[in-house]
């Protein structure tokens, strides 16, 4: 990762049920409403979101407040794509109220240094939706780059996938 910034003071903890009750609820506004969950299965991806071994953290502010939460492998892969290459593939998400005022980079950053350290990663992969222009810049800002672009099965979407060396 090369591009600094001022990191954002920042703690990862493993999601717990609050947590996850309350980034169920969380709702974006159009296009990034396609990162909502939906309420007809609230109790199936709870269980999900707190599964360990889907290695969800809850990213939290100093004063102990959600802010976000990613995860790190299997889940940050999208059906289609190839990821036979070894990297610890990244999932993120930012509370709605928050998206939009120029600190995704500084989330990015912390996310993927948490996770290459945490997980002792040489490469780092995230898969981002290609619509998505703006998460895709946040990444390029930090190094990474597109390595392929293909269709999700089953829905027809279209996804990139961007890694960087750590």
Do not use: H
């Amino acid at each position: 990762m090369r591009r600094y910034v001022k990191p954002l003071s920042l703690t990862f903890r493993q999601l717990e049920k609050e947590y996850a009750l309350a980034i169920l609820n969380w709702r974006y506004t159009s296009p990034y409403d396609y990162y909502n969950f939906d309420a007809d299965t609230v109790q199936e991806d709870l269980r999900y979101l707190l599964d360990v071994k889907n290695a969800f953290c809850a990213i939290l502010n100093l004063q102990g407040e959600l802010e976000g939460y990613c995860s790190f492998g299997s889940d940050g892969q999208v059906p289609g794509g190839d990821y036979s290459a070894e990297a610890l593939d990244i999932g993120m998400g930012i509370r709605p109220d928050l998206v939009g005022q120029g600190r995704g980079k500084q989330y990015a950053q912390a996310v993927a240094r948490y996770g290459a350290k945490q997980y002792g990663a040489q490469q780092l992969r995230v898969t981002i939706a290609e619509f998505n222009k703006r998460a895709q810049r946040v990444w390029e800002q930090l190094g990474f780059e597109p390595v392929e672009k293909f269709i999700k099965i089953g829905s027809g979407e279209k996804f990139v996938v961007m890694t960087c060396a750590v």
